[in-house]
T-cell receptor, first 111, second 114 residues
């Protein structure tokens, strides 16, 4: 499995944008970039995924570098509820697959 | 999407005993996964469970220790056998459904072994 590298932790203030980086220099052409987050005392939840183009949904935006070796999850206005561990995971789009979780980034949000 | 219910939500068990964790999904799904999250750690996959076939275990996990049943497309159980304090973890099930290889997780079972 291609590996991802994320900072261990980041801090933000409430209502400010947050940019969570992920490096995946060994990504293959068929790997999708997925983001999950795990709120305290809960199971992980899907956030967003993409292949080459930037993606937006109600939760976040995903910006993918042109060479696809890095990506950034963008929370446009952080709330206290966004405090969680965010995981960047690569998956091939060939059927359902297991998720390989790294250590993720712990996001702290201050009021 | 899928809604997943896990039972029990938490338990405290004595060493040497076994605990069976249930995972119920609100829709039919082909693939279900069982993960373990040790204290302060990330998630590690235990096994993949497809209906009608034997579960596929990851390296470091064996069927005798973590037997899995998958009797139908909406239900699975994971048993943690002959428990020791090292088995104290959160156990989570997930399902893969829909498009885009998206997985949905239960809230987990928090297990403490004394």
């Amino acid at each position: 499995d291609a590996k991802t590298t994320q900072p261990n932790s980041m801090e933000s203030n409430e209502e400010e944008p947050v940019h969570l980086p992920c490096n995946h220099s060994t990504i293959s052409g068929t790997d999708y970039i997925h983001w999950y987050r795990q709120l305290p005392s809960q199971g992980p939840e899907y956030v967003i995924h993409g292949l080459t183009s930037n993606v937006n949904n109600r939760m976040a935006s995903l910006a993918i570098a042109e060479d696809r070796k890095s990506s950034t999850l963008i929370l446009h206005r952080a709330t206290l509820r966004d405090a969680a561990v965010y995981y960047c995971i690569l998956l091939m789009n060939t059927g359902f697959q297991k998720l390989v979780f790294g250590t993720g980034t712990r996001l702290l949000v201050s009021p | 999407s899928a809604v997943i219910s896990q039972k029990p939500s938490r338990d405290i068990c004595q060493r040497g005993t076994s605990l069976t964790i249930q995972c119920q999904v609100d829709s039919q799904v082909t693939m279900m996964f069982w993960y373990r999250q040790q204290p302060g750690q990330s998630l590690t996959l235990i096994a993949t469970a497809n209906q009608g076939s034997e579960a596929t275990y990851e390296s470091g996990f064996v069927i005798d220790k973590f037997p899995i049943s998958r009797p139908n497309l909406t239900f699975s159980t994971l048993t943690v056998s002959n428990m020791s304090p090292e088995d104290s973890s959160i156990y989570l099930c997930s399902v893969a459904t829909g498009t885009g290889n998206i997985q949905y997780f239960g809230a987990g079972t928090r297990l403490s072994v004394l």
